[in-house]
């Protein structure tokens, strides 16, 4: 048996013609559009889909967020697809983190669509190509931002750095390392300005995110 499909959009001449495309494509044995939150809710108790578009004109972010999370507490078994324009990558996880299966930007092909249907009609998540291109540039850069913060930290800087996150105050520091508790205040303050963070708590979730400590 075909699946089913609620499109939930606006404007409604773009749900409609965007309707006429899938069901050329003969995939899905019915295709319903809501332009409400209140006529989705009511399509949704009447007849269950099988799978949900959710489409960048159709709330906020944050609005989205929160019928996500009302959806899938609900209804465990709609697989929900969001087609987004040009989300920021912590957007995009976010969302997935909320319970969306699959995520299309606004600019890709029908056929990205089809593979995004057959992924998640196999149990499996589906992330568009641009936006995954976007995610490992962003990973990437953020790991060269973190090893470039580590990298500018003199070894006596990175010794201090272990013994903030082993718990020893300034003073058992100094004592351990041989230096005065004024040097020992100076290196704290330049680790701090280096790694951007803003204290100790700061310097031990770096140090954990970065592997300096285990």
């Known amino acids: 048996m075909k699946p089913k499909l609620i499109i939930f959009d606006e404007p ?4 409609e013609g965007l309707s006429k495309l899938l069901t050329q494509g003969d995939i899905f044995s019915n295709i319903s559009i ?3 939150t209140e006529t989705l809710y009511e399509c949704i108790k009447n007849s269950p889909p099988d799978f949900l578009l959710l489409g960048a004109n159709s709330l906020v972010l944050t609005e989205m967020y929160v019928l996500v999370e009302n959806l899938v507490n609900e209804y465990k078994d ?3 697809i969001t087609i987004g324009n040009f989300y920021e990558v912590s957007k995009i996880r976010k969302l997935f983190e909320k319970g969306i299966k699959s995520y299309l930007d606004i600019n890709c092909c029908y056929n990205e669509f089809v593979k995004s249907i057959e992924a998640l009609s196999s149990d499996l998540i ?5 936006a995954k ?3 490992i540039n962003f990973i ?3 790991q060269n931002n973190q090893n470039d913060h580590a990298d500018c930290l003199t070894k006596r800087e990175m010794e201090v750095l272990k013994l903030i996150c082993d718990g020893l105050s300034s003073k058992q520091i100094c004592e351990k390392l041989f230096i005065s508790i004024n040097t020992v205040e100076t290196h704290r303050k330049k680790i701090l300005l280096k790694l951007n963070v803003k204290n100790s708590a700061g ?3 770096y140090a954990i995110e970065n592997h300096i400590i285990e």
Do not use: G, N
């Open 78 to 80: 709609i697989k929900i």
């Open 140 to 142: 990437s850069h953020k």
């Open 34 to 36: 809501c332009t409400s």
């Open 203 to 205: 310097v031990v979730k």
């Open 12 to 15: 409604l001449f773009y749900t």
């Open 133 to 135: 291109e976007r995610m």
């Open 126 to 130: 589906y992330i568009c190509d641009f």
